[in-house]
């Protein structure tokens, strides 16, 4: 991938420059305390834009997966119905996108354009999207105590899937091209060839950085297989399920999560809208069917659905990554302490009990 070096100063005047060419420009921001969010940049915040910050607690899917979406309208007129789809096609650039999140969007892709049916409200607002990740380098604001990208394979370096990546080298920074139109952008006069030296940097900060991380989730392999193999025990996954307090809170911050539901509601007198809104898999309603039957009416039944869903061998063969992009927003949210890391942990911490009544013998 072709990369360029320019100053520190110079970085912003790249969202002056994909905002002159009519994009809508999503940066990174901070608020109060450790509140830190992804905002529209306009001429007067745009000073206040944060290179590095805590991550904040939405990921920036929301863009290009709206919490709520109106899918249509339909309208009673002269005597007969008319339907008419709502698709909305911004020009949109998301600056400052983390790795784990940028991970998270090359999910959604292929959850909803990657099979059979391509989901084209989802395909309309993707398809203008730029994105600019950001390499997390500062090991004091980048980087939380409940990040683990590293065990993810989705950081703190982005392979790919990013339209154009910087990096903070100190005085300087580094961009490297993802995509011909991040190249492009290097016809502006503030890139310039950078030197073995900068490479050389390059690795060396991503060497020290990679030592920061206090979550290491090294028993995703033994958990994979635990859940893909269907044996997590009951009692195991009661004891997880008994620290849910089904808040949702786990699956409406996750970048990787794709679930939800349509829903038809009134707006005027002759006219209703049909929605897309998120739905969580904590959530009783979300497995209830027409009639009020419910497959999976205890908590735990449905905890263990959601790290199915992101852990088991099926859909990581399917989906070629694990749901899970290591972002640790789930870690961060959950008040029963059954984030990914921990569930990761206690499932190893059974497995181990297990094992120590190896089914060897004579
Ligand atoms: S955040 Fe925790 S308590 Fe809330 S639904 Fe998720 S697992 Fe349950
Ligand atoms: S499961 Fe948790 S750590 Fe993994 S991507 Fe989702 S919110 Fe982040």
Same mark, same amino acid.
């Given at each position: 991938?072709?990369?360029?070096?320019?100053?520190?100063?110079?970085?912003?005047?790249?969202?002056?420059?994909?905002?002159q060419?009519?994009?809508?420009?999503?940066?990174? *921001?901070?608020?109060?305390?450790?509140?830190?969010? *992804?905002?529209?940049?306009?001429?007067?915040?745009?000073?206040r834009?944060? $290179?590095? $910050?805590?991550?904040?607690?939405?990921?920036?899917?929301?863009?290009?997966?709206?919490?709520?979406?109106?899918?249509?309208?339909v309208?009673?007129?002269?005597?007969?119905?008319?339907?008419?789809?709502?698709?909305?096609?911004?020009?949109?650039?998301?600056?400052?996108?983390?790795?784990?999140?940028?991970?998270?969007?090359?999910?959604?892709?292929?959850?909803?354009?990657?099979?059979?049916?391509?989901?084209?409200?989802?395909?309309?607002?993707?398809?203008?999207?730029?994105?600019?990740?950001?390499?997390?380098?500062?090991?004091?604001?980048?980087?939380?105590?409940?990040?683990?990208?590293?065990?993810?394979?989705?950081?703190?370096?982005?392979?790919?899937?990013f339209?154009?990546?910087?990096?903070? $080298?100190?005085?300087e920074?580094?961009?490297?091209?993802?995509?011909?139109?991040?190249?492009?952008?290097?016809?502006?006069?503030? *890139?310039?060839?950078?030197?073995?030296?900068?490479?050389?940097?390059?690795?060396?900060?991503?060497?020290?950085?990679?030592?920061?991380?206090?979550?290491?989730?090294?028993?995703?392999?033994?958990?994979?297989?635990?859940?893909?193999?269907?044996?997590?025990?009951?009692?195991?996954?009661?004891?997880?399920?008994?620290?849910?307090?089904?808040?949702?809170?786990?699956?409406?911050?996750?970048?990787?999560?794709?679930?939800?539901?349509?829903?038809?509601?009134?707006?005027?007198?002759?006219?209703?809208?049909?929605?897309?809104?998120?739905?969580s898999?904590?959530?009783?309603?979300?497995?209830?069917?027409?009639?009020?039957?419910?497959?999976?009416?205890?908590?735990?039944?449905?905890?263990n659905?959601?790290?199915?869903?992101?852990?088991?061998?099926? *859909?990581?063969?399917?989906?070629?990554?694990?749901?899970?992009?290591?972002?640790?927003?789930?870690?961060?949210?959950?008040?029963?302490?059954?984030?990914?890391?921990?569930?990761?942990?206690?499932?190893?911490?059974?497995?181990?009990?297990?094992?120590?009544?190896?089914?060897?013998?004579?």
């Amino acid at each position: 991938m072709k990369a360029r070096i320019l100053n520190r100063a110079d970085v912003l005047k790249i969202v002056d420059q994909l905002r002159q060419q009519d994009y809508e420009v999503i940066a990174p *921001f901070h608020g109060w305390g450790r509140d830190t969010f *992804f905002d529209t940049v306009t001429d007067e915040n745009r000073e206040r834009i944060e $290179l590095h $910050l805590p991550n904040p607690y939405y990921p920036p899917k929301r863009f290009v997966l709206p919490h709520i979406e109106r899918l249509l309208k339909v309208r009673r007129a002269n005597g007969g119905i008319q339907i008419e789809p709502t698709y909305e096609e911004p020009k949109r650039a998301i600056f400052g996108i983390r790795s784990c999140d940028l991970a998270g969007i090359y999910h959604l892709d292929r959850f909803y354009l990657g099979r059979d049916f391509r989901d084209i409200y989802y395909e309309k607002r993707r398809r203008n999207l730029f994105l600019v990740n950001l390499v997390c380098t500062d090991p004091d604001r980048d980087i939380s105590d409940e990040c683990f990208c590293v065990c993810a394979d989705t950081g703190p370096a982005a392979r790919d899937h990013f339209d154009l990546q910087l990096m903070d $080298l100190g005085n300087e920074f580094m961009a490297v091209a993802g995509t011909p139109a991040g190249e492009a952008l290097f016809a502006s006069p503030i *890139f310039r060839k950078g030197g073995v030296e900068h490479i050389q940097k390059r690795h060396t900060i991503l060497t020290e950085v990679r030592k920061r991380f206090k979550t290491t989730t090294s028993w995703f392999a033994t958990t994979i297989r635990c859940v893909s193999q269907g044996s997590v025990s009951e009692r195991t996954w009661e004891e997880i399920g008994n620290r849910c307090l089904e808040c949702g809170g786990c699956t409406y911050v996750c970048p990787a999560c794709t679930c939800f539901t349509v829903s038809d509601r009134p707006v005027a007198a002759n006219e209703m809208e049909r929605v897309r809104i998120w739905d969580s898999c904590a959530l009783s309603g979300f497995t209830r069917m027409a009639g009020g039957f419910n497959p999976r009416r205890t908590v735990h039944d449905r905890r263990n659905r959601r790290f199915f869903r992101k852990l088991a061998h099926y *859909f990581i063969q399917r989906e070629l990554s694990m749901a899970c992009v290591g972002c640790g927003r789930c870690a961060d949210v959950c008040h029963g302490d059954i984030g990914m890391p921990s569930v990761v942990e206690m499932i190893r911490r059974a497995s181990t009990e297990v094992d120590k009544h190896e089914r060897v013998g004579y």
